[in-house]
């Protein structure tokens, strides 16, 4: 058994709006481009190292036959291992990876590659009852993600902005983090920050093929008064547009080694994984859910809030990092004020997108790559999922290079 393992190569897609760059291409397609990247990221061909491949994808009706999404990507690579494909909601990569966490720990496999996928735009609209007949009058057709929500249960934005009341997260404070998560994707566009992680997705179209090369959902031109114009959505009393993400497409992949395969093979890791954990609490709780899984993750792996130098909560709403933060920090408002420093440096799901399938392992690559570009440290990122479930990662980095 192993009880040492290392994120070895991660990439992702750059992240598409809603109907836009990415919306025609098959997320079979989209997932093999970005994983042939990840498996090409250390200079040699990694695919004959992987044992097997677990895809986390939430909408498996977006593919043109939605079942065992995972083993159609594997196969499309090329890859012949087992392939499981879950959904966690929001959770599913991280749940995914933590999942061939465990294959490593019992000593079943030491190698595998973990994919995240999803393209919104592609959803089909839901005609229940059409098996029966129609008897009289018109069919309906219902949007499965317009509003994101659950029978018996309020709409994800809702819970989004309820969770920001009961902590005391103002609308002025949503918006202004909304803000802050486009300046700060800008910074990071225009000093080159995603380079190691993004891809160019070669996308066909009528006229022959072009790459797209940069996430296209980030709005860095617009203003807090554009943001606080915004009516609130859903019947939420805080949850707007502009303080929210999109409905979005991408993709994100990454190779995961325990550390004496990585050893063996000669290759250098991008981070050490040091723990992952996934909690739960009330079906309302997505804006809090993500404290509550740093703070496992923080237990597992024996580290403390202090030994922290890296946050990434993933922006499903702009409510979860600062109401997940608020509780880290219990009263301390200058404790507050330090996490939201280390919070989402480069930005966050509300500029660059959240296609909900892919997020969770984008946020663990984008810490892994911004703690190794900042000379090492230690980090932990987390994201929540419908219905108040949460994953958390740990990663750990010693710096230097990385292409």
């Known amino acids: 058994m192993s009880s040492s393992f290392v994120l ?5 897609s750059p992240f598409g709006k809603y109907l836009g760059s990415l919306s025609t291409i098959d997320p079979v397609d989209l ?56 959904d966690t909601a929001c959770c599913s990569p991280l749940t995914a990876l933590r999942t061939a966490l465990w294959g490593m720990r019992l000593g079943e496999i030491s190698c595998a590659l973990v994919i995240g996928i999803e393209s919104m735009s592609r959803t089909p609209h839901v005609a229940h009852g059409l098996r029966d007949g129609v008897r009289v009058g018109a069919a309906e057709l219902t949007d499965p993600i317009f509003p994101i929500e659950y029978r018996g249960y309020s709409s994800v ?4 902005s309820n969770g920001a009341a009961r ?49 296209e959902f980030p709005r860095p031109t617009t203003t807090l008064a554009k943001i606080s114009a915004l009516p609130p959505v859903f019947g939420s009393a805080t949850t707007t547009a502009g303080n929210a993400p999109g409905l979005n497409d991408g993709c994100a992949a990454a190779v995961v080694m325990t550390a004496a395969r990585a050893a063996e093979l000669g290759l250098e890791p991008l981070a050490e994984i040091v723990e992952a954990a996934p909690v739960t609490d009330a079906p309302e709780g997505i804006s809090w859910i993500p404290a ?15 030994d922290i130098d890296l946050i990434e909560i993933n922006e499903a709403f702009a409510a979860m ?83």
């Open 8 to 12: 070895i190569a991660a990439k992702r």
């Open 157 to 160: 934005a809702v819970d989004a």
């Open 31 to 86: 997932a093999a481009q970005v994983a042939r990247a990840a498996l090409a990221q250390p200079g040699r061909d990694l695919a004959p190292e992987i044992e097997q491949v677990f895809v986390g994808n939430c909408i498996q009706a977006s593919f043109e036959t939605g079942s065992v999404n995972g083993r159609q990507i594997a196969l499309r690579l090329g890859i012949d291992g087992f392939a499981t494909t879950f």
């Open 167 to 215: 902590y005391g997260v103002s609308r002025h404070r949503l918006d202004s983090w909304a803000l802050g998560s486009h300046l700060k994707w800008a910074a990071a566009d225009a000093a080159g920050r995603f380079a190691d992680e993004i891809v160019p997705i070669e996308v066909k179209g009528r006229r022959g093929s072009t790459l797209f090369e940069r996430d």
């Open 321 to 403: 990092p600062l109401v997940s933060t608020r509780i880290l920090a219990g009263k301390d408002d200058e404790l507050w004020l330090s996490l939201l420093e280390r919070t989402n440096v480069n930005g966050g799901a509300v500029a660059i997108g959240h296609p909900v399938g892919a997020s969770g392992l984008r946020i663990a690559m984008t810490l892994a790559y911004e703690l190794r570009r900042r000379g090492g440290g230690i980090g932990v990122a987390a994201i929540c999922g419908g219905l108040s479930q949460g994953e958390a990662i740990a990663l750990r980095s010693g710096g230097g290079e990385h292409a």
């Open 292 to 306: 509550l899984a740093i703070r496992a993750v923080l237990e597992r792996g024996a580290l403390d809030l202090a």
